[in-house]
T-cell receptor, first 115, second 114 residues
Framework: AQTVTQSQPEMSVQEAETVTLSCTYD???????LFWYKQPPSRQMILVIRQEAYKQQNATENRFSVNFQKAAKSFSLKISDSQLGDAAMYFCAYRSALVNNDMRFGAGTRLTVKP | DTGVSQDPRHKITKRGQNVTFRCDPI?????LYWYRQTLGQGPEFLTY????????KSRLLSDRFSAERPKGSFSTLEIQRTEQGDSAMYLC????????????FGPGTRLTVT
């Protein structure tokens, strides 16, 4: 079964600086999707960024980018120019492209942004 | 379209009572998912529907849990004979078919069993 591990329960960053959140996963599949979701306090989860495993190029969405290392099964999220509104729980998620389609989530990283 | 909605947002019940939650997905989405999230953890998959067909159920979904999506639109999740261990946030998400499509999440229903 696929598992997703986020080894940083909490992270902190100064406003306007850069922070990287780590995620590793375990799978025997070659075709899958990876996601980072953001869950602000008392608000619903929203997608930050997505990566298809067959793509070598790292995904980028404005201030958010990923470092996808397929061989190492690593999928980190970099947030540049951090803003106060970035404070939230961040979840890394894996989704098979072949079977089922449920997502497997990590335990999350709580990001604090200091003004 | 205002996104995925869930009702109620909060539910407090006594142990042994039955509860039912409702999820209204984004109208054009044919897939609907239920997840459970406990404090400090990521969401755990419970079950999902493709239109009105329930295609997969997690082993987390005991016999006390049942989900329906009768007309392929809204869905209900019922928990019978609630236990304190059922206390959690129950999240609903919807998407189009296909693994690359984003799942859109609702705000969740927080269940507290006393």
């Amino acid at each position: 079964a696929q598992t997703v591990t986020q080894s940083q329960p909490e992270m902190s960053v100064q406003e306007a600086e850069t922070v990287t959140l780590s995620c590793t996963y375990d799978t025997s599949e070659s075709d899958y999707y990876l996601f980072w979701y953001k869950q602000p306090p008392s608000r619903q989860m929203i997608l930050v960024i997505r990566q298809e495993a067959y793509k070598q190029q790292n995904a980028t969405e404005n201030r958010f980018s990923v470092n996808f290392q397929k061989a190492a099964k690593s999928f980190s999220l970099k947030i540049s120019d951090s803003q106060l509104g970035d404070a939230a729980m961040y979840f890394c998620a894996y989704r098979s492209a072949l079977v089922n389609n449920d997502m497997r989530f990590g335990a999350g990283t709580r990001l604090t942004v200091k003004p | 379209d205002t996104g995925v909605s869930q009702d109620p947002r909060h539910k407090i019940t006594k142990r042994g009572q039955n509860v039912t939650f409702r999820c209204d997905p984004i109208s054009e989405h044919n897939r609907l998912y239920w997840y459970r999230q406990t404090l400090g953890q990521g969401p755990e998959f419970l079950t999902y529907f493709q239109n009105e067909a329930q295609l997969e159920k997690s082993r987390l979904l005991s016999d006390r849990f049942s989900a329906e999506r009768p007309k392929g639109s809204f869905s209900t999740l019922e928990i019978q004979r609630t236990e304190q261990g059922d206390s959690a946030m129950y999240l609903c998400a919807s998407s189009l078919s296909g693994g690359s499509y984003e799942q859109y999440f609702g705000p969740g229903t927080r269940l507290t069993v006393t």
